[in-house]
């Protein structure tokens, strides 16, 4: 393991241990790394199992259940759907690449802000609130445009997709109905 990467152990107790300052933290802790962009690592102190995804999913559930919620009922459930799906491995990508693009937009336009109004922090954070406040509906519709752009390059991906199944196998014989269904018919 790199030496940048900071390790935190998970004991049976619940309890969480900072390895880099020998104390134990909290949730809220390990949060506040997320916010500085700190590489870090939780492990079970018992067996190594890597708890990274676990600690992350609950920081999110702990989010999710207080003050205001980034995702809907709807969005969960359909986030469900897909797990096992033959698509889940291409949803995890897509997500990933639409935050990132979404992160990405969201640097450069603090650093416009920043060229502009130099490190002034307070200013930068009023400002900030008062584009949002004006420019909301103008970023909900830019970001509904890029929605539905995104759904049509994926509806296209899942037709070559399709188009490339049937020529590959094309030639082998498919049954008209799957076995299982024909057996329930029977009954």
Known sequence: ?????RLIKKYPNRRLYDTRTSTYITLAD??????????????DAKSGEDLTRSILLQIILEEEA???PMFTSDLLAQMIRFYGNAMQGMMGQYLENNIMAFTEM?????????HLYGDNAAMSKDLWSQFLN???PAMQSMMGAYVEQSQKMFQQMQESIQEQTKKMFGGFQMPAQPPKAAAEKKK
């Not at 393991?1 to 990467?5: L, P, R």
């Open 1 to 5: 393991m790199a030496e940048t990467t």
């Open 30 to 43: 390990v949060k506040e790394l997320v916010l500085k962009h700190e590489e870090f690592r939780v492990v």
């Open 66 to 68: 207080g003050g205001a």
């Open 106 to 114: 969201q640097k450069k336009l603090q650093e416009q802000v920043k």
């Open 134 to 136: 004006f420019q909301g």
